[in-house]
């Protein structure tokens, strides 16, 4: 039985064999000197590359093999970073690069991204306007503008600023179209926060001096009761236009005869 199967497809290869020869038969010289000119490109680039890093080091006196050109793939503490992958602290941690020793770098989070911003230690080191945003997840601290109070990354509650503040009891609106108000306010306000929060995720990541270094880790879930809306914002939210009190007025105003009639 084996023996009659290997004998079945030993002229099978044998044909599939013959038949792949003759197709490179077809066109030989063509597949041949594909791969020679391939080769030769890579050895004159190599070459080149070779040879204007020995120009460089020579007109830059030894200074550089890059004519002095210094993209972030040739810096090494970058290169280190991007090859070491992304570093994954715990807010402890992130904790330790506040500004306050001169010798780290200056890390902040957003959303749990980390950002290394120690170009900017005039503002996020010690005294700095943005201080309160060096070594931690201030996250929420971004959407309210409270620098102070919202020192943290929990954004519970937070979407109240976007939130137009308690409704006019006298209002004419029915109970049910009141509700479905406030839950299109409510979702329309965390979309606003999303936005915000992203909005200086890019500002970060975009930035010309500061440059992503990986996530912060291990956050403790934020299980205590939402933080309240910090003063100033609280202030700050928008108020209801009461559309139906001033349509009731001026259809008062409109028709004064009606009632008469
Ligand atoms: C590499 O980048 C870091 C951070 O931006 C910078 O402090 C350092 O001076 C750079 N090193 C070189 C050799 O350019
Ligand atoms: C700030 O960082 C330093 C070390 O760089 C650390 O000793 C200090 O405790 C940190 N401050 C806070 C408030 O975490
Ligand atoms: C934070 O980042 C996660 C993805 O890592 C994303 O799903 C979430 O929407 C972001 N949150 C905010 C407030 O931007």
Request: glycine content about 6%; charged content about 30%.
């Amino acid at each position: 039985m084996g023996d009659s199967e290997t004998r079945r497809r030993g002229p099978k290869v044998t044909s599939s064999t013959a038949k792949l020869a003759g197709h490179v038969d077809e066109q030989p010289e063509d597949t041949d000197s594909r791969v020679i000119s391939l080769l030769d490109v890579l050895r004159l680039l190599l070459t080149l590359v070779f040879a204007s890093c020995l120009l460089s080091y020579y007109l830059t006196s030894g200074a550089s093999f890059t004519f002095n050109y210094n993209p972030w793939f040739l810096n090494a503490s970058k290169l280190s970073t991007w090859w070491s992958g992304p570093l994954l602290l715990t807010p402890a941690q992130l904790a330790l690069y506040n500004g306050t020793d001169p010798s780290k770098p200056i890390y902040l989070a957003i959303n749990s991204t980390i950002f290394d911003v120690t170009a900017g230690k005039h503002t996020y080191g010690p005294g700095g306007s943005y201080e309160v945003f060096a070594g931690r997840d201030a996250t929420r601290a971004y959407v309210t503008g409270c620098f102070l109070e919202d020192r943290t990354g929990d954004l519970r509650g937070a979407e109240w600023i976007y939130i137009p503040v308690e409704d006019d009891p006298d209002e004419d609106i029915s109970s049910g179209t009141r509700k479905l108000r406030a839950e299109k306010e409510r979702r329309d306000a965390k979309k606003k926060v999303l936005a915000e929060v992203a909005k200086w995720e890019e500002f970060y990541r975009n930035h010309k001096k500061y440059f992503e270094v990986g996530k912060l880790v291990d956050v403790p879930e934020y299980v205590a009761e939402a933080p309240k809306l910090c003063e100033p914002a609280e202030k700050g939210r928008p108020k209801r236009k009461n559309m139906n009190a001033k349509k009731d007025k001026r259809d008062k105003k409109d028709a004064p005869g009606k009632p008469v009639q």
